[in-house]
C-alpha cells in the first residue's frame, strides 16, 4: 500500500538563500500545515489500478503532490523534472524523496497525471482560506477576465485531418495483424503513403477544381482503409485471441477513433464538394483532442483549445477559475462568475470590475441586486458612470484595478504554461490548468507573507 508520507526522510532541508529558495520553504511550510491535502490526493492515487504488491513502494502522496507542484512552479518537462530531482538539494529537499532513491520520468508521469482537477481545485480552496486568515486577501474586491489555453495540436486542416485518420487507420490494420499472430490472414492495402502524398500535395496547390480531385483520391484512401478495417474486426473475433488485455485496447480503439474518422469524412465532403459553412459547434479540429473547441475573440487569430473566466481579488491571488465548453459570450458568464464567488465567501464583494466584453444593462442590474456595491465595467456600452459606480472617481480606480487582472493572465501563461496545455485528454486538460493556478497561487501567497 502506497505511504503518505517519506518516514526515513532527512532530517536536513536545504534550501538556498535565494528568492526562489525562499520561496520553495515557505511554500513546504504551507504543505505541511495542511495535512489533509494529502487525503484528497491519495484518493486520487487510490482509483488507480495496480498491477500488483511486488515491488517498490513508490513514491508517496506527499512526494506526489510535492514533485506536480515542482514541475508547474518550475515549467519543466518531466524528463527534466527528473534530472532536477537528482541534481538539485533544493528540489530534492521539496519533493521529500526517500534517500538515495530518484523516480524516472515515467513514474513522474505515471503518478503526477493522477491528480484529479477536483484535488487540484480543493487545493485551491485551501490555500484561499488560509490567504482570508492572514488578512492578505478577504474576496471584497473583484474582477474578472477570459482567455484561451490551447490545446496540444497542429493547426487543423481537412488534409491534416484526412491523413491523421489514415495514419490511425493503419496502425490499427497493423495491430490486428499482430493479434492473430498466423491464426487467419488479414487482407488490406496500406494507403499511408498515397495519403501523405495527397494530404501535402492540397497544401501546395492552387485551384478549387485541382484540389477537388486530390481530395477526392484523399477521401477514398481513407474510405477504403475504414472497409479493411471493419473486414480486420470480424476476421480477429472469428479466432481465439491469448493476449485479451490487448484485444480490448485494441477495440476501445476502434470504438473511439472510427467516429471521429467518420465525423472528419463528412465535413470534408460538405466544406469542399458541396461548398458547406459547417458550423463551429459541428466541427471537429483533432482526432487525438476531440474535445478541443474552436475560439474566435474578436478579430483575432482563431484559437484551438478551451476558454476560461477568470477571477482574481486584489492581492493578485486567482480566486477561481472555470473551464467553459464551446465558446459561450462573456455577457453570459458574468453573474455566473459572480455567483460562484458569492458561495464560496457566503457575501457579495463590495465592488468588482468586468472587462467591456462582459457590459450589459441585465448584467449590471443582477449585480447590483446581489448586493454589489460599485461595479464598472471597462467598456461603458451604454452605460452611465452614475449606474456603475457612485463617483467618476471610483469608476477610475476600479478601471485600473481591472486592468491589473491583464498582467496576471501574462504572468500564469508566460512563467506556469497556461498559455498551452502539454497534457492529452480534457480530463488532464482540466488537471493542468488548475495545477498551474495553484502553483501561481502558491508563490504569490508565500511572497505576500514574507513582505
Known amino acids: 500500500m502506497r505511504k503518505k508520507h517519506t518516514v526515513q526522510r ?15 520553504k515557505a511554500i513546504s511550510h504551507w504543505l505541511d500545515q495542511q495535512p489533509e491535502l494529502l487525503d484528497w490526493v491519495a484518493g486520487d492515487v487510490k482509483n488507480r489500478a495496480v498491477k500488483n504488491n511486488s515491488g517498490r513502494e513508490g513514491l508517496t502522496v506527499e512526494s506526489i503532490l510535492r514533485c506536480a507542484i515542482l514541475k508547474q512552479y518550475h515549467q519543466v518537462s518531466y524528463k527534466d523534472l527528473a534530472f532536477c530531482l537528482m541534481d538539485s538539494t533544493a528540489c530534492q ?75 490511425v487507420l493503419i496502425r490499427l490494420l497493423k495491430k490486428a495483424d499482430e493479434l492473430v499472430e498466423g491464426l487467419t490472414t488479414i487482407d488490406y492495402k496500406n494507403h499511408r503513403r498515397l495519403a501523405k502524398k495527397r494530404a ?29 478495417l471493419d473486414d480486420a474486426v470480424v476476421k480477429v473475433n472469428s479466432v481465439p485471441i491469448t493476449e485479451l488485455l490487448s484485444l480490448e485496447i485494441w477495440h476501445a480503439q476502434i470504438t473511439h477513433y472510427k467516429p471521429l474518422i467518420q465525423r472528419v469524412i463528412t465535413q470534408t465532403k460538405r466544406r469542399v464538394f458541396a461548398d458547406e459553412k459547417v458550423p463551429a459547434s459541428e466541427k471537429i479540429v483533432s482526432i487525438f483532442e476531440e474535445h478541443t473547441d474552436i475560439i474566435v475573440k474578436g478579430s483575432r487569430d482563431i484559437q484551438y483549445g478551451h476558454k476560461i473566466n477568470l477571477s482574481t481579488g486584489k492581492s493578485g491571488l486567482v480566486l477561481d477559475v472555470v473551464i467553459e465548453e464551446g465558446n459561450p459570450a462573456d455577457t453570459d458568464k458574468c453573474i455566473p462568475m459572480l455567483e460562484r464567488h458569492i458561495d464560496y465567501y457566503g457575501q457579495a464583494p463590495r465592488q468588482m470590475a468586468a472587462d467591456g466584453g462582459y457590459a450589459s444593462i441585465n448584467n449590471l442590474a443582477a449585480a447590483k441586486a446581489l448586493n454589489v456595491k460599485d461595479m464598472a465595467f471597462h467598456k461603458k456600452r451604454g452605460l452611465e458612470v452614475e449606474d456603475m ?19 496576471g493572465i501574462s504572468c500564469l501563461k ?11 485528454g480534457l480530463k488532464h486538460f482540466k488537471s493542468y490548468v488548475w495545477s498551474s493556478v495553484v502553483a501561481h497561487n502558491l508563490t504569490v501567497f508565500s511572497r505576500l507573507l514574507s513582505t
Open 10 to 24: 532527512s532530517i536536513f532541508e536545504v534550501y538556498p538563500e535565494h528568492e526562489t529558495g525562499d520561496e520553495l
Open 93 to 167: 529537499s521539496f519533493a521529500r524523496l526517500s534517500p538515495g532513491w530518484y523516480p524516472k520520468r515515467s513514474v513522474l508521469q505515471n503518478c503526477v497525471s493522477v491528480i484529479s482537477d477536483v484535488t487540484w481545485e480543493q487545493i485551491n480552496k485551501c490555500l484561499l482560506q488560509c490567504a482570508v486568515k492572514e488578512k492578505v486577501e478577504r474576496g471584497n474586491m473583484l474582477r474578472i477576465d477570459s482567455t484561451v489555453v490551447d490545446s496540444p495540436i497542429h493547426e487543423p486542416s481537412d488534409s491534416s485531418l484526412l491523413w491523421d485518420s489514415a495514419r
Open 200 to 228: 501535402r500535395a492540397i497544401v501546395y496547390t492552387r485551384g478549387k477544381e485541382k484540389k477537388k480531385l486530390l481530395y477526392k483520391d484523399l477521401i477514398n484512401a481513407v474510405e477504403k482503409t475504414l472497409i479493411y
Open 389 to 407: 459606480t457612485k463617483s467618476a472617481w471610483v469608476y477610475r480606480k476600479l478601471r485600473n484595478f481591472r486592468a491589473g487582472i491583464e498582467a
Open 414 to 424: 508566460r512563467v506556469y504554461g497556461l498559455g498551452r496545455c502539454t497534457w492529452k
